[in-house]
C-alpha cells in the first residue's frame, strides 16, 4: 500500500472515531496512534462537553493516556492520525509526548469555516508546523488532504451554530 493509500485509510478511521465521539455528545473530532508496523495503538475521541474537559480535546486526551502506557522513545516512531489539524495545545502534547509525526485532514484554517463564530471552538490561527518549528526536535507533519476534507467536513454538518 502507498503511503498516501495508508494515510487515507487511518485518516478515515479517525473520521469513525470522530463520529462516534459526536453521538456520545462530544465536538466532532478523532485521533488514532499508530505504531511504526502500522497497528492502531490507541483511538481517541473529544472528551471535552461529556467529561467537562476544557482540555479534552482528542489529540492532547489521546497523549495523556499513551504516555503513561509507552515510553517516549516508543512514541517516537509512532504517527498520530487526526481529523484535523492539532491546535497550540494539543500540538504541545505532541511535541512533549515525544510523537515523531502527525498527519492531519483538514487545516486549522478549515476548521474555522466550518465552526464559525460558535463559542466550542472559537480556533487559534496557529498552525502546527510553527509550533512544531519553535521545538528542538524535528516532528514530521504531513497534511492536509484536499481529497478527504468533504468526508472530514460532513461529520460536523449541523453541530455548530
Known sequence: MKDKERHLEFLRRCIEVSKQARESGNTPFGAILVDSAGHILWEQGNIEMTEHNCTGHAERTLMENVSKRYSKEELWHCTM??????????????????????????????LAELTGDDSRNLTLDLPCRDVFASGRKP????????EIEDEVAAVHEGYWA
Open 81 to 110: 492520525y487526526t481529523t484535523a489539524e492539532p491546535c497550540a495545545m494539543c500540538a504541545g502534547a505532541v511535541y512533549w509526548g515525544n510523537v515523531g509525526r502527525v498527519v492531519y485532514g483538514i487545516t486549522e484554517h478549515r
Open 139 to 146: 516532528i514530521v507533519v504531513i497534511g492536509p488532504f484536499p
